[in-house]
């Protein structure tokens, strides 16, 4: 079993529509990271979050650590934001402190 | 904000060949760097994690001696892919930060490899 498990795998929405994306994982950590992939394959940090909520622009993230669990919403999204958007944590163990755990990532279409 | 500079973008080369991945930290200095390898559809995994100045941490399963990693500063790591075969062919990335730090880390562009 994954350490990060996200939903849904892929999304398609018309542009304007609101955009969720969740994530629940199951080990300890101490910060969570959305990330977004862009075909080429770049990677650019979205959000890292331990508590509460953060926004930026039309992207609100949100955790909740007695959940373990997270969302990244995207309000009025537009065909600029089909991506694959990953989540990951980083774990508070002392073994693999530091190491970030990945979820298998979601494609997101939006269609104009 | 911070870059990390990853070199080459994209490698294509004949099987035998050794390809030297070059990952850069441009305006901070980054204790550790990650290198991970992707594959079509798939998530990213951890191969090894790099410390400057001392011997980079591989993951199980990964052969230290067929992926050498040196990270000689504060700024550079390199991945050296020795005598790549096609099942080496795939997407590799890196990522510098601090590894107890509560900073982000910062990801390269990534390196598509090709071996034919």
């Known amino acids: 079993k994954n350490e990060v498990e996200q939903s849904p795998q892929n999304l398609t929405a018309q542009e304007g529509e609101f955009i969720t994306i969740n994530c629940s994982y199951s080990?300890?950590?101490?910060?969570l990271h959305w990330l977004q992939q862009h075909p080429g394959g770049g990677i650019v940090s979205l959000f890292m979050?331990?508590?509460g909520k953060k926004k930026h622009g039309r992207l609100i993230a949100t955790i909740n650590i007695q959940e373990k669990h997270s969302s990244l919403h995207i309000t009025a999204s537009h065909p600029r934001d089909s991506a694959v958007y990953i989540c990951?944590?980083?774990?508070?163990?002392?073994?693999?402190?530091?190491?970030?755990?990945f979820g298998r990532g979601t494609q997101l279409t939006v269609w104009p | 904000g911070a870059v990390v500079s990853q070199h080459p973008s994209r490698v294509i080369c004949k099987s035998g060949t050794s390809v030297k991945i070059e990952c850069r930290s441009l305006?901070?200095?980054?204790?550790?760097m990650f290198w991970y390898r992707q594959f079509p559809k798939q998530s990213l995994m951890l191969m090894a994690t790099s410390n400057e100045g001392s011997k980079a941490t591989y993951e199980q399963g990964v052969e230290k001696d067929k992926f050498l990693i040196n990270h000689a500063s504060l700024t550079l790591s390199t991945l050296t892919v020795t005598s790549a075969h096609p099942e080496d062919s795939s997407f590799y990335i890196c990522s510098a930060g601090r590894q107890v730090s509560n900073q982000p880390q910062h990801f390269g562009d990534g390196t598509r490899l090709s071996i034919l």
């Open positions: 990951a944590v980083r774990s508070d163990r002392g073994s693999t402190l530091g190491r970030l755990y």
């Open positions: 305006d901070f200095q980054a204790t550790t």
């Open positions: 979050l331990s508590s």
């Open positions: 080990v300890g950590i101490s910060a």
